[in-house]
């Protein structure tokens, strides 16, 4: 069958980790693009992390280009173009920038790479993934959020950090939009098995749902001058390895739902099987009264933000 191809838009701190992460676990051969300007960095994080290939014994080849011709075919698409948040600004101020580039990559993408599965990780997330959706016209099973993963690894770490444990040892989920009205659901939350709420009172469960919300804001605060960029690559990973093995994962993502939940044409973030399908089912989850409310909260949110979008 040959390798797979994995193309990553964007050659920034996300994007060489992405690169780095794909040719760790040998999904296939990385194409590295950015814009012209970004050439020699896009040429030298492939150099390298060929060079570390070297040592280790990866079969993974990385290219870094700034021609769209060089990422045509590709399996996996992976977005991370866009400018990154700094101190005091929330992910809706990146809209109107992040939007104009989203168009051209969206554009290339119809042109270029029409079967890839594709997973945005550009702010404001719920909205550039709309946008990408409506330009490239793919179908709803190959366009994805990446948001869950990462809102709901960052509640497993906080947890596991207050209880003591592993974090492999902490199941959680996390649902709604990428943003301050994310919904963790702490009722199905669990330890070793056990429910959480056995293990933490409601104040300081209240604190990690609350910090969980606040997670990029909080690395955007320490890093000054860009936001997070290990834990989305690792994410993203995760959701693109799920495509390429066919593993059949269940991980939340931000996906078109049509009729889920009361919501359509929206992508919200909901826990799906990926495969080599793509997106091949969505779950929708018996909510409570409390966690329906929470999520109708996040969703008019992410709402808010797509009303904005101007195609």
């Not at 793919?138 to 994805?144: A, D, G, I």
Request: aromatic letters at 6%.
């Amino acid at each position: 069958m040959g390798k797979k191809r994995i193309g990553l838009i964007g050659g920034g701190q996300i994007g060489g980790n992405l690169a780095l992460l794909a040719v760790q676990k040998d999904l296939g051969d990385v194409v590295l693009y950015d814009i012209p300007a970004a050439e020699g960095l896009v040429k030298g994080k492939a150099l390298d992390i060929n060079q570390l290939a070297a040592v280790d014994g990866y079969e993974a080849r990385v290219t870094g280009t700034t021609d769209w011709k060089d990422v045509g075919g590709a399996d996996v698409v992976i977005i991370t173009a866009g400018i990154p948040r700094k101190p005091g600004m929330s992910r809706e101020d990146l809209l109107e920038t992040n939007l104009k580039i989203m168009k051209d990559v969206a554009a290339n993408l119809k042109t270029h790479c029409p079967k890839a599965f594709v997973i945005n990780v550009a702010n404001p997330l719920d909205a550039m993934v709309y946008a990408l959706h409506k330009i490239t016209g793919f179908p709803r099973t190959h366009v994805v959020g990446m948001a869950g993963v990462l809102d709901t690894a960052r509640f497993k770490c906080f947890v596991a950090e207050a209880v003591g444990c592993s974090p492999r040892d902490v199941q959680a989920l996390v649902l709604g939009g990428h943003g301050d009205d994310m919904v963790p659901l702490l009722r199905s939350a669990t330890v070793g098995g056990a429910p959480l709420t056995e293990f933490l009172s409601k104040d300081k469960l209240d604190a990690i749902v609350a910090r969980t919300r606040n997670g990029g804001a909080e690395l955007v605060g320490l890093y000054k001058t860009g936001s997070a960029y290990f834990a989305p690559a690792a994410s993203a990973i995760a959701m693109a390895e799920a495509y390429v093995r066919d593993s059949k994962r269940i991980l939340p993502a931000a996906v078109l739902l049509e009729g889920q939940h009361g919501i359509q044409g929206f992508f919200v973030g909901v826990p799906v099987r990926i495969g080599a399908g793509g997106v091949e089912q969505i779950f929708e989850l018996q909510l409570d009264a409390q966690e329906k409310a929470d999520f109708e909260k996040s969703f008019q949110s992410v709402k808010k933000t797509v009303d904005s979008v101007k195609l």
